[in-house]
């Protein structure tokens, strides 16, 4: 009977801290890949927080595991109000 290896990943974690708060997300993509760039605006400016490169599949994976919870949060704390648009122009526009 030939002995199970169980191979060890060790992921380094480069961003100090508790991570970086976002308020505002982008998301694009193409046949290959989804893009999602994270930012934390607070107007009259900005900055970009993280940028995620993806493939299909795996974003769809990340999809998931958000809404799955999402539900256990909901469950435990109750429905989450969802935030209203923003009315009126924050300092940028998207190209039509």
């Not at 890949?33 to 493939?55: C, L, Y």
């Not at 919870?69 to 648009?85: Q, V």
């Amino acid at each position: 009977m030939a002995q199970e290896q169980q191979n060890q990943i060790q992921i380094s974690d480069p961003i100090p801290g508790g991570g970086e708060y976002c308020n505002w997300a982008h998301i694009l993509h193409n046949k290959e890949e989804f893009r999602i760039t994270f930012g934390n605006v607070m107007p009259p400016s900005g900055r970009v927080t993280a940028k995620i490169v993806t493939t299909p599949s795996h974003f769809k994976s990340i999809v998931m595991a958000l809404n799955e919870n999402l539900k256990m949060y909901e469950k435990t704390f109750g429905a989450i109000e969802e935030s209203k648009p923003v009315e009126g122009e924050i300092g940028f526009k998207a190209k039509d």
